[in-house]
């Protein structure tokens, strides 16, 4: 079994054909995963990209944008083993992964969360989904 094992999905109420602008930004990758090394294994355009990821953990990560209904939904793996070993005792070893595991959810839930915000713009709460000419103006 991965020590780090992460699978997160948020709704996005944009059209689909925008989420690729925003995902395959590397200069966005740094600031949202950090001190992680990510190297392009499958460029998906507008449904995602998947990473071998190193660092102080090695494993796969990916993002795939899935159309649904007016919008996407925009899924986060990921699996990974840290690089440091966990402690020995096994009690503290739980602990250790729990908090790693921990660590790289909100890393992906903040992710999915920018995304959202930067595609939805200033999208009415209940209103349509935001489409592509709406989207243009994203930061």
């Known amino acids: 079994m991965t020590t780090i ?26 600031r949202w995963f950090g ?13 995602g990209v998947r990473w071998r990821v190193t660092g102080p953990v090695e494993g796969t990560m ?3 944008c899935e159309e649904v209904l007016d919008g996407f ?30 660590q790289y959810r909100v890393r992906g839930k903040e992710m999915s969360f920018q995304v959202k915000d930067l595609l939805e713009g200033g999208r009415e709460i209940g209103g349509p989904a935001v489409n592509d000419e709406e989207a243009a103006t994203f930061g």
């Open 5 to 30: 094992q992460v699978a997160d999905e948020t709704f996005v109420a944009a059209a689909p054909s925008t989420a690729g602008a925003v995902v395959n930004d590397r200069a966005r990758w740094r």
């Open 35 to 47: 001190d992680l090394r990510l190297e392009v294994v499958e460029d998906r355009g507008n449904a």
């Open 62 to 64: 990916e993002i795939w």
């Open 73 to 102: 939904v925009l899924h986060f793996y990921m699996h990974a083993e840290p690089v440091a070993a966990l402690p020995s005792e096994p009690a503290a070893a739980l602990v250790a992964a729990a908090a790693l595991n921990k």
